[in-house]
């Protein structure tokens, strides 16, 4: 990544100063982005990419950002509101249930993936409109373990369509893996394959499975938001 970003830099005709001011960052952390010190994440790698000319994931892995999509795509950035009272809902929201993991009964330790009619966070209803999902297929969650950071850390809400669980390759789904939700990339392979991706590919190795096998993650659907902390 540090190649890149001072590659494309570089091109734009931008000291380390000038692209700090730009990002709305130190030049110190441009400078650290640039030695590999450290790397850009969240609102920070979005504006970084923004202010460049490419895409993250092009940031990311050195994808060609004239034939990768744009994960920008996929994600809507607004205040979400946590609710935790009995505020009445505006003509213009939505409440939308989480998906959690839950003990199984018996106490032996398994899980299970359910809705949690209990919890749920606002949207806007304009905003699910844009991005073409529909109030009644749409639910939550909430992401554990650093699998897919930079993109989405540990901690982040996600926003699921139920409704798409056919695989767009690149794409970021939600998955029920016996029990366990999971949050990854997937692509199709030939003989009804399929590849499960971390973007922290270091640390987390590729995964394939064959579709409908008992031990293949089950889709939830599509991860069509997440939060971006700064």
């Not at 092009?58 to 060609?64: A, C, T």
């Not at 749920?120 to 650093?146: E, I, S, W």
Request: glycine letters at 8%; a negative charge.
């Amino acid at each position: 990544m540090k190649v890149r970003i001072k590659q494309k830099r570089k091109e734009a005709g931008l000291s380390q100063d000038a692209l700090a001011k730009q990002v709305g960052v130190t030049k110190g952390a441009i400078s650290q982005w640039e030695q590999g010190a450290t790397n850009p994440s969240g609102q920070n790698l979005y504006s970084l990419a923004k202010v460049l000319g490419v895409t993250a994931e092009w940031l990311l892995n050195g994808r060609d950002p004239k034939t990768s999509a744009p994960i920008s795509d996929e994600l809507i950035l607004h205040e979400p509101e946590f609710v935790d009272d009995d505020t009445p809902l505006g003509p213009d929201e939505v409440e939308i249930p989480y998906f959690r993991e839950v003990e199984m009964a018996a106490g032996d330790g398994r899980t299970q993936v359910i809705e949690n009619h209990g919890a749920y966070m606002r949207f806007n209803l304009p905003r699910l409109a844009r991005a073409g999902v529909d109030p009644k297929q749409a639910a939550c969650a909430t992401v554990t373990g650093d699998s897919m950071e930079p993109i989405i850390v540990d901690g982040c809400p996600i926003g699921i369509d139920k409704s798409c669980r056919h695989i767009i390759d690149g794409k970021i789904y939600a998955l029920d893996h016996g029990g366990m939700l999971r949050v990854k990339r997937l692509y199709r392979l030939p003989l009804n394959r399929m590849r499960v991706v971390s973007d922290n590919h270091i640390e987390y190795p590729e995964e394939v499975y064959t579709l409908g096998d008992p031990d293949a993650p089950k889709i939830i659907g599509r991860v069509f938001w997440w939060e971006v902390f700064a």
